[in-house]
């Protein structure tokens, strides 16, 4: 006791010797003064280190090196590179205490015009790096990275001046991100900045260190000097303008301006992780992977292993009252522990009874089932939980082979692992279905070891085990759903992904792999080799959206590009949130990466055919409308907007609306028509009218169509309108100009007809006249003259008289125009055709002939057909006529076929020219060679095409022309 209390003395003296340290402690940079430094001039200034008591003197670097100087002890504190983890791995005692950049400022700076846009275009060109190459391994990192080989560039010793690169000296220059860019940007030079984050290399850079002496000798400075330190460092990028005059007020020895500190001050920030990454913050796994890359570019020996236990700095070398206090209570314990072996020597029979006591009492409340087993395996004894598991009693047990309380299939387990347990001495998670009395199987998983006596003879086996029946259901049940979560993050293209801030560490899953094209999954992953593939102009705007997340302890979710190898883009929808302590520091990050490639590329397919079908309802001004049945709420598009002359922010897209807009005239017909075509669940069709804002006529068109659901009842409807008010004036002007037309083509029939009325009536006046004249003969020379003769003779006058007044009534009725369809066949009309044509045939000695083969009755408008007819034979007549042909014939033939009926007209004259065939049916385009209006076969072909949907078609023959008239019969069947 009296030598615990002595030693306890000396930890308390010596604890307030520590406190009492002389701490005069000097820091040397690595460069000369400027915002690189920041942090520790407003640690000194601020009065950081001085609370602590120290007295720091802050040292410009030189050309000296300053890992000698801290190494050797000339100098306690030291700021470095990256590299410091070279000079560790050769053997220098020294301790990297915090990394102020978690990523190196250093990078390839190229004017934009000479054509560099990445790391693959150096090849050939002139590189200007620092004499010194460890000073610029994270280029030669970059170029090998990228499989280009020193010796395929032209390295050159760095003049320091970036005019080298505005002189083109040089392709590219080594410089530094913070100062560089903003000379060229005052120079107005344009360059691009190729960084080694960006290909995957990230080195940590300014790291604050000591040695090992220092550390070992004063841990409480060491810890005392690195907390003020970055405790300076918040303060300086929290208060930058601060900052800055500070420097140039006390530290601006290379003359630099306010806007230059300014902007190398905006620049750092970038570079320090904050808020992701706690400010100086280091791990082990991302230094040995910076060593492995110094030693693959030969900077460290290939015989050396990369082990850096002890180089990264742990505070709990550093003893403070805390720690002072907790190894008091440790003495505390151990002098208790003095006390109780004191009080067990003379109590040892005692507490032995008590300790068995005690363990049987253990033995039976022991919540895991226990058992013992002889060396044939029988049980010697269980205790309660075994019992009352396997539902037996202490007497239904003992003395039984284990294997009789295990599965059949499982028998040939215990045979095989039982002598090895009893030979090795212990077994470990064996697992055994067993059953219970009652037949019930469970699952149990036994640890074990063996008892032997003096001689290393067996005794007996203690094992214990654990009922893991619902544990094996859970983690199969979770197998199950890793495996199918798996195969759904496949078939979705979806990844999810973990970072470790404390650690610096990011985790992917195997998918994300798969959408990122790596191929080895076991490739160390960091935060710059993700953001190195996501496309530069989509990284600064992701960036920021990840940390407000961060900032506002929000999840996230965005959308953004990332560049495959081959230059192929991809989409990425990324969903995260993050997870912090009770300091509200960021510890934990997790989310998911979906490629959406195919999903972004189907939105600009649809879109890219909405602006088409858009572009199409404007230019046909055709618009649609949507609506429940139920609702009398519609969804417009914007072309039907247009049509209504409306606003869609001011004009609620509604049934009611919609016909408010209608024609007044027209309302009650669009509403009845709605309502029938409702009732009958058929689509129609409807033209109306309506009025715009100004008051102005529109004539619209439209259709319409119902969705039914499952039982047929109707859900919702689909319309268009389409703006026809053009096509209306057009079709106005176009009916004008055709009744001019079939005005003229009247009276050139009226002609044709006079002339065809003249052959009618020349043989019955004739008669009549020869008549007359015989009577009078017969008055002058006869005396008496007979009452028959008279009679006859008048009857033969009324005949005659008869014959013309035919003639006149179907000249008459030729000449009305129809009101409405009468049924008739197509012989019919033919032979009324031929009663008025005929006798102008035979005064010209042309014969006809006909030939008929249909007696299906339609209902037309008969004269309109025997328009047709009368033109056609005209024609054919005044073809014969101009060729002189000898033995003139006409042949008409109907014929009837399976959906129409065809009438030819064909004549042996010498056929219609070339030139005139091909425009034939143009109006004013005539088969005659003198006098032809050009208006008979343009308004048969007109005629058949509107009141009969027919077609009117012709040809040269060998002898001759054909003229062929089809009318179709099922939509001339009927007068409904």
């Known amino acids: 006791m009296h030598y615990i209390l002595k030693t306890l003395f000396f930890l308390v003296v010596n604890f307030a010797l520590l406190d009492a340290h002389d701490k005069s402690v000097t820091l040397e940079l690595k460069w000369k003064h400027q915002f690189q430094f920041a ?48 000079e560790q791995l050769k053997g220098k005692q020294l301790i990297a205490l915090s990394s102020i950049f978690q990523h190196s400022p250093i990078h390839l700076i190229v004017k934009k015009e000479s054509g560099i846009a990445k790391v693959s275009d150096l090849v050939g060109k002139r590189i200007m790096l620092p004499k010194n190459p460890i000073q610029a391994v994270e280029i030669l990192a970059m170029l090998r990275r990228n499989g280009i080989a020193t010796d395929e560039v032209n390295l050159i010793d760095t003049s320091h001046d970036i005019l080298s690169l505005v002189n083109d000296e040089t392709d590219a220059f080594s410089a530094y991100v913070s100062n560089e860019p903003y000379l060229l940007n005052t120079l107005g030079v344009k360059y691009t900045i190729l960084h080694p984050k960006d290909y995957g290399i990230d080195f940590y850079n300014d790291v604050l260190f000591t040695s090992k002496l220092m550390l070992h000798e004063h841990p409480e400075i060491v810890k005392a000097f690195t907390d003020a330190s970055l405790e300076g460092w918040e303060y300086a990028f929290e208060h930058m303008d601060e900052t800055v005059e500070l420097i140039l007020k006390k530290y ?28 100086g913050h280091m791990s082990e796994s991302r230094w040995k992977d910076i060593a492995h890359y110094y030693k693959a570019l030969g900077f460290i020996d290939k015989e050396v292993d990369i082990k850096l236990d002890g180089f990264i700095y742990d505070d709990k070398y550093h003893m403070d009252k805390d720690a002072l206090q907790e190894l008091l209570f440790l003495f505390g314990i151990l002098l208790a522990l003095l006390l109780l072996y004191h009080f067990y020597k003379y109590r040892k029979s005692v507490l032995i009874n008590r300790l068995k006591d005690e363990y049987q009492q253990f033995f039976d409340l022991a919540p895991l089932p226990y058992q013992s087993l002889d060396i044939n395996g029988n049980i010697l004894k269980a205790n309660k939980a075994w019992l009352e598991l396997l539902e037996y009693t202490e007497e239904e047990i003992l003395g039984r082979n284990f294997s009789e309380f295990v599965m059949p299939e499982y028998h040939s387990i215990f045979q095989k692992k039982f002598p090895l347990f009893k030979k090795e001495g212990f077994t470990r998670r064996v697992t055994f279905k067993m059953k219970t009395k009652s037949g019930e199987e469970i699952l149990a998983s036994y640890n074990g070891y063996t008892i032997y006596d003096k001689n290393k003879n067996f005794v007996q086996t203690h094992c214990i085990f654990e009922d893991i029946t619902q544990v094996e259901k859970i983690q199969s049940a979770y197998k199950k759903e890793t495996k199918r979560l798996k195969r759904a993050e496949e078939i979705a293209k979806l990844g999810s992904w973990e970072y470790d801030a404390k650690e610096d560490k990011l985790y992917w899953s195997r998918s994300i792999y798969d959408i990122f094209e790596y191929e080895d999954t076991t490739e160390t992953t960091t935060r710059n080799i993700f953001w190195a593939k996501v496309h530069p102009d989509d990284r600064t705007a992701s960036l920021r959206k990840y940390l407000s997340a961060v900032k506002h302890k929000k999840t996230y979710s965005f959308t953004y590009r990332v560049i495959m190898d081959d230059s192929r883009i991809k989409y990425i929808e990324a969903r995260g949130g993050h997870r912090f302590d009770s300091d509200g520091k960021l510890i934990h990050s997790e989310g998911t990466l979906q490629d959406i490639t195919q999903t972004m590329h189907l939105r600009d397919l649809i879109q890219s055919q909405t602006r088409k079908l858009q572009r199409a309802e404007a230019l046909a001004h055709t618009g649609w409308w949507y609506r429940k049945i139920d609702n009398d709420l519609a969804e417009w598009s914007d072309e039907m907007y247009e049509i209504l002359g409306e606003d869609p922010l001011e004009f609620e897209a509604s049934h009611q609306n919609f016909i408010s807009k209608v024609h007044p005239e027209d309302r009650e017909k669009v509403e009845k028509l709605y309502k029938s075509a409702l009732k009958k669940k058929h689509p129609y069709k409807y033209d109306y009218r309506i009025l715009n804002k100004s008051g102005e006529v529109h004539y619209i068109t439209g259709s319409a169509e119902f969705d039914l659901d499952e039982k047929g009842d109707v859900t919702h409807i689909f319309g268009t309108v389409m703006d026809v008010t053009q096509q209306k004036i057009l079709e106005n002007k176009l009916k004008d100009k055709e009744e001019l037309m079939i005005a003229q083509s009247r009276q050139a029939a009226m002609g044709d007809m006079v002339s065809m009325l003249a052959h009618q009536w020349r043989q019955p006046i004739t008669v009549v006249s020869m008549t007359a004249n015989n009577i009078i003969v017969d008055m002058e020379l006869k005396d008496d003259i007979q009452k028959d003769d008279i009679q006859q003779s008048c009857q033969i006058i009324l005949n005659q008289t008869q014959v013309l007044s035919n003639t006149i009534d179907d000249f008459r009725g030729y000449l009305q125009a129809d009101e409405e369809k009468k049924e008739t066949t197509l012989q019919e009309v033919l032979n009324s055709t031929i009663e008025i044509i005929k006798k102008s045939l035979e005064n010209n000695n042309i014969h006809l002939e006909l030939t008929n083969a249909s007696e299906t009755k339609l209902f037309i408008f008969k004269n309109e057909l025997l328009q047709v007819y009368l033109n056609i034979i005209n024609n054919a007549k005044e073809a014969l006529l101009n060729s002189k042909t000898p033995d003139a014939k006409i042949s008409i033939a109907i014929d009837e076929k399976e959906d129409s009926i065809i009438t030819t007209i064909c004549d042996n004259g010498r056929g219609i020219d070339k030139q005139v065939l091909e425009k034939l049916g143009e109006p004013y385009v005539s088969t005659k060679a003198e006098n032809g209006r050009g208006l008979g076969i343009y308004m048969s072909k007109l005629i058949l095409q509107r009141h009969f949907k027919g077609t009117l078609t012709w040809e040269n023959i060998d002898k001759g022309t054909c003229f062929r008239v089809e009318i179709p019969i099922k939509t001339n069947m009927s007068n409904i």
Do not use: R, W
């Open 39 to 86: 942090g520790y001039y407003m640690a000194k200034e601020k009065g950081f280190y001085e609370k602590h008591g120290f007295d720091v003197k802050i040292l410009e670097g030189t050309d000296k090196n300053v890992i000698t100087d801290v190494a050797s002890g000339n100098i306690d504190f030291g700021v470095y590179g990256s590299g410091i983890v070279v």
């Open 252 to 279: 601006n020895t290379q003359n630099k301006t306010q806007e230059l500190l300014l902007f190398e001050a905006n620049e750092l920030q970038k570079l320090i992780g904050a808020p992701i990454v706690p400010l």
